[in-house]
């Protein structure tokens, strides 16, 4: 039987995580949710403001969450399942540098702003000749932790939140574990778009208004966040150590692979080298966010198979595909066909790979 829909009231925000604050609303298992949220810096930057703006941000009121959310039966060692419905994107966003953070900060020290027009819900213009494909996502999706206390959203943490998995689309679900009772979900910095990294700390942030459905399962032994979209399973590894996320997200992905199949240990490991991607969704580098490590980084590797039957070996499709960065559109002004130019870089910024069809 379908469960209730429910509309959260536009005013129910918080900044922090922290288990101590009143659920904004309590649903059931198998309840819809409808939601709006302001980008990420909670209505400080308005278009047309100059660049400088972004030098006077107060950055206590960065990251306004709709919720928390109260899932009635969710106990700690559950897994909330959160599957995304609908994102609309509303008719503005920006872009920006924010002198002191970004992975490059040293190289851009002064502030820069774009505003995007995104009324045609399709393509963004960064130029005339550069359309950037709008895929939104929400930035940060999480639930409440079991320390007490406020805890910023950045860095990301073991219950999910800024977690800036661009793949995290209309038709994805992501699967949470829970710390609390009610998990007390909560969602907001809502991007247009934005490249695996994220490397100037800035996507294409906008306003949002979404549709989630929660789920509850009990006893699955998962640690860390994972998620599914229509095409790719999602592990991740959260650490400040960009080595250590990488082996997380490997361990939990050979895991995953393990329990949905009869292969080996040694044969998921491979099968993760011959069909995955293992991907920096984020690296940046904080300098003004209160208790925030110097960098925090985030990565998860995709395993593109197919399961015929219970127990069936993984058959691998015949195109391993690379989970590149950003897809501009680029139109040459003497040729009126479209190319599409896909580039990702590695997280040490070394290497680049050719788009793939």
């Known amino acids: 039987m379908a469960g209730r829909e429910h509309t959260l009231d536009r005013s129910k925000i918080h900044y922090k995580w922290d288990n101590s604050l009143p659920p904004a609303i309590e649903i059931e298992p198998g ?69 002191g953070l970004g992975l490059l900060a040293e190289d851009f020290t002064e502030p820069y702003i774009r505003y995007f027009d995104l009324t045609n819900g399709e393509t963004a213009p960064l130029r005339e000749d550069i359309q950037i494909p709008i895929q939104p996502f929400c930035g940060t999706m999480g639930v409440a932790l079991d320390e007490p206390g406020a805890h910023d959203v950045l860095p990301t943490t073991k219950g999910g939140g800024n977690i800036d998995t661009r793949h995290l689309n209309v038709g994805a679900k ?55 979209t229509p095409t790719h399973y999602v592990s991740m590894g959260i650490n400040e150590d960009l080595d250590q996320a990488m082996k997380q997200a490997l361990r939990e992905m050979i895991a995953f692979i393990c329990s949905r199949t009869n292969l080996a240990r040694e044969q998921a490991y491979a099968f993760c080298s011959l069909a995955g991607s293992l991907v920096a969704a984020g690296v940046t580098k904080e300098r003004r966010m209160p208790r925030v490590t110097a960098i925090e980084l985030i990565a998860f590797i995709f395993a593109i198979f197919t399961l015929y039957g219970s127990g069936a070996e993984p058959v691998l499709y015949g195109l391993v595909l690379l989970m590149l960065g950003i897809p501009v559109y680029v139109w040459q002004r003497r040729n009126t066909s479209a190319m599409q130019v896909d580039s990702e870089e590695t997280a040490a910024g070394a290497a680049t790979h050719p788009a793939v069809s």
């Open 174 to 228: 992501l699967y949470l574990p829970v710390f609390v009772p009610g998990a007390l979900f909560s969602a907001g910095d809502c991007h247009a778009a934005q490249g695996d990294g994220e490397v100037c700390v800035s996507a294409l942030e906008m306003c949002l208004t979404g549709t989630f459905t929660f789920q509850l399962h009990k006893g699955t032994g998962q640690a860390m966040p994972r998620a599914e």
């Open 31 to 99: 309840d819809t949710v409808h939601c709006e949220t302001e980008e990420v810096t909670d209505g400080q930057i308005k278009p047309g403001m100059p660049a400088s703006a972004l030098g006077s941000l107060d950055f206590g009121r960065l990251y306004p969450l709709a919720g928390p959310i109260y899932v009635k039966g969710a106990m700690p060692g559950d897994i909330l399942e959160i599957e995304i419905l609908r994102l609309q994107t509303l008719d503005w966003g920006w872009a920006g540098i924010i002198p």
